[in-house]
Nanobody, 121 residues
Framework: QLQASGGGLVQAGGSLRLSCAASGRSVSITVMAWFRQAPGKEREFVAGIKRSASTIYADSVKGRFTISRDNAKNTVYLQMDSLKPEDTAVYYC?????????????????WGQGTQVTVSS
């Protein structure tokens, strides 16, 4: 299971850190990712971290967001800096038992419940 937390309300230019705690399977042997979904829009890929610990990011967040993990705590983080109003969305963490980091939501096996991030202008 995945438990996401850390969302909230922040002003533009501010920062938030999201956490996703995984139970039942070690984070170090899975592919983890963050997606987001704004009202009326499709769910979109934000960032992912491979088994090798390498990372990829959506162009819209590159240079502002950082995904990382703590294997001892079975937790993946998303540090979000320089937030913009267009970052407002429900953020979901996802887990893939495979070996390839995909940006498509259909590839993921488990999903967290989502945490709301609201950025005011």
């Amino acid at each position: 299971q995945l438990q996401a937390s850390g969302g909230g309300l922040v002003q533009a230019g501010g920062s938030l850190r999201l956490s996703c705690a995984a139970s039942g399977r070690s984070v170090s042997i899975t592919v983890m990712a963050w997606f987001r979904q704004a009202p009326g829009k499709e769910r979109e890929f934000v960032a992912g971290i491979k088994r090798s610990a390498s990372t990829i990011y959506a162009d819209s967040v590159k240079g502002r967001f950082t995904i990382s993990r703590d294997n001892a705590k079975n937790t993946v983080y998303l540090q979000m800096d320089s937030l913009k109003p267009e970052d407002t969305a429900v953020y979901y963490c996802a887990l893939d038992y495979g070996v390839i980091l995909s940006t498509g939501s259909g590839s993921y096996d488990r999903w967290g419940q989502g945490t709301q991030v609201t950025v005011s202008s």
